[in-house]
């Protein structure tokens, strides 16, 4: 096998990707890179300016985006949201379910409410998208279903039991997927991302004692970037993966198999 044809694996030309959670942080970087291995993508969030912005930026960049403003926690929006992708570009080849929250408080106060709106956000969201998005897949017998999970999905942390559970559960739906979708050509995976210094956690990165947490506990020493987990979502996007299925790609600097 020659360079080029090891390079050409990881090619999205003519593909189509719907990324949820796209205007930042973690689901932007996705984006760029997916659109930069030259995918078309579908950049998704509640903000249709803010989305606007994104999709200008790629697009003076001479790559491929358009926009698909809802909210992923509303059923109706998000089936006929997939259905006119679907039938606008004829296909829908990825879907990156990357949109979430988080609802910190000790579980002796959380309220049934908080607990359920993280649970549609973060497990029921994917499943619909998930659902819709494999009809079309299944149809043309080739498809990549990534959801960015957590090391949430392995290990756990005090004050955040809505988000641990949804990401133990979003590992159980991956690999749910992964054996029902894989016979049909279509492949399910997902990402456990450890700590990154995203716009959203801030706060967290400019806490002295959090930050040494992770800086001391991560072998790397160090939290992740932003741009270190496009090309994770490339890699489970195209035919590089092609033998990989219903696996759980932890993106941690090895903090997780650390003492």
């Known amino acids: 096998m020659t360079n080029g044809s090891v390079l050409d694996t990881f090619s999205l030309e003519g593909r189509t990707a719907l990324i949820t959670g796209a205007s930042r942080g973690l689901g932007w970087a996705m984006a760029q890179a997916l659109a930069q291995a030259g995918a078309h993508v579908v950049l998704n969030a509640r903000d249709e ?3 606007a912005g994104r999709e ?5 960049d001479g790559l491929e985006a358009s926009v698909a403003a809802f909210d992923v926690t ?11 992708i679907a039938a606008f570009h004829g296909k829908l080849d990825i879907l990156v379910n990357n949109a979430g929250m988080v609802h ?3 579980v002796t106060e959380l309220e049934t409410a908080d607990w359920q709106r993280v649970l549609d956000c973060n497990l029921t969201s994917c499943f619909v998208l998930a659902r ?4 079309s897949m299944v149809g043309q017998g080739w498809g990549r279903i990534i959801n960015t999970a957590s090391i949430m999905s392995i290990v756990a942390r005090p004050t955040i039991p809505p988000y641990v559970a949804t990401k133990h559960a979003l590992a159980g739906l991956t690999k749910a997927l992964a054996v029902e979708l894989g016979p ?3 492949t399910s995976n997902a990402i456990c991302p450890g700590y990154f210094a995203t716009e959203l956690n801030a706060a967290l990165v400019n806490n002295p004692e959090f930050n040494a947490l992770v800086t001391g506990r991560t072998p790397l020493g160090r939290w992740g970037r932003e741009e270190e987990l496009g090309p994770v979502a490339v890699f489970l996007a195209s035919e590089a993966s092609s033998y990989v299925n219903g696996h759980l790609l932890v993106a941690d600097g090895g903090m997780i198999t650390a003492l």
Do not use: F, I, M
């Open 49 to 51: 300016k803010a989305l």
């Open 56 to 60: 200008s930026e790629l697009k003076q």
């Open 184 to 186: 049909k050509g279509v």
């Open 132 to 135: 819709e998005a494999a009809k």
């Open 104 to 106: 910190r408080q000790a």
């Open 74 to 84: 509303d059923e109706a929006a998000a089936v006929d949201a997939v259905k006119e």
